[in-house]
């Protein structure tokens, strides 16, 4: 890691981070334990124990796991600091949103221009996220593949949710970084798209000859929160808004139905999805 990038980590460790790093710091030292000592119990260099006391490199969930397991002394504290160092790691337009999806009742997306973040593989969000500008280090990026990893816990949550996407069909045709990393993400879209739970479907690109396309003024998510009320995010150029106004909710949700309207069905956008998989590429 530079030093460049270290100061950098300093500066946007959240406050989650700098707590954990003091609790990890001082139940080390009650401990009688060195840097050194400390990582080689949990697999870490000392370095590495040093760089998250320090917030240089804050710890990983992995990592807070592990602490909990070797000094955690059955406090439960680096367990409980995971769901918060994660929600750290998110970019701060869209931590506000992140709970709230975590515990969406139902999440509705449209998507234009990349597969929803929910979605991705791990390579896809990597190339994406490394091919971006600015150019985030290497560290931070890998930060955020983590947390946008993190938020497919949402699939197998425990009351299920039900998720719907809907994405332009130029998403499906635009590839980062090599055509194997858009052929997996393909395949797996399709997979997720097998669930139960879960709804894709897919605008064709040539809906606009068709007299209209609903979806031409750009991206949304929709959500039935857990006390069942209706909002709306929106994001673009790093800033983000959040809609709770009925009458506005009420506005993109007409308008989210019609461009589901629009979409091709379920069975046929996963054939779509499908045969791409396999030609995109060659």
């Known amino acids: 890691m530079t030093a460049m990038a270290r100061a950098e980590n300093k500066t946007e460790a959240g406050g989650t981070a700098q707590l954990v790093a003091a609790l990890a710091r001082a139940l080390r030292e009650q401990q009688q334990l060195s840097q050194e000592q400390l990582g080689k119990k949990i697999g870490y260099t000392g370095s590495a124990i040093s760089a998250m006391e320090t917030c240089s490199q804050p710890a990983s969930d992995q990592m807070l796991v592990k602490l909990e397991e070797t000094i955690g002394g059955g406090l439960g504290v680096f367990e409980k600091a995971r769901t918060f160092v994660l929600l750290d790691k998110y970019p ?13 009742v139902t999440l509705s997306s449209y998507e234009t221009f990349v597969v929803d973040g929910l979605f991705q593989t791990p390579e896809y969000a ?6 971006s500008f600015p150019k985030p280090s290497e560290e931070k990026a890998e930060e955020l593949v983590e947390a946008r990893m993190a938020r497919k816990a949402l ?4 009351p299920t949710a039900m998720i719907e996407l809907i994405l332009d069909e130029s998403v499906l045709r635009r590839p980062f970084g090599t055509w194997g990393v858009h ?4 395949r797996s879209l399709a997979e997720d798209a097998r669930r139960d739970n879960v709804s894709v479907q897919v605008v064709p690109l040539e809906r606009g000859l068709r007299g209209g396309h609903a979806g031409d003024r ?25 809609v709770s106004n009925p009458a506005k909710v009420a506005r993109l949700s ?13 069975d046929d956008s996963l054939s779509l999805i499908e045969r791409l998989a396999g030609e995109e590429g060659k």
Do not use: C, N, W
């Not at 701060?92 to 969406?104: G, T, V």
């Not at 699939?155 to 425990?158: A, G, I, P, S, T």
């Not at 052929?183 to 393909?186: K, P, V």
């Open 254 to 266: 007409h308008r989210y139905a019609k461009i589901r309207t629009q979409a091709l069905s379920p």
């Open 183 to 186: 052929r997996g993400q393909l």
């Open 126 to 131: 990597r190339d994406l996220i490394s091919g």
């Open 92 to 104: 701060p337009q869209f931590k506000d949103f992140s709970l709230m999806e975590a515990a969406a």
């Open 155 to 158: 699939f197998d949550r425990d």
């Open 218 to 242: 750009g991206s949304m998510k929709l959500v039935e929160t857990e006390e069942h009320h209706h909002v709306a995010y929106l994001e673009i150029e790093d800033e983000s808004v959040l």
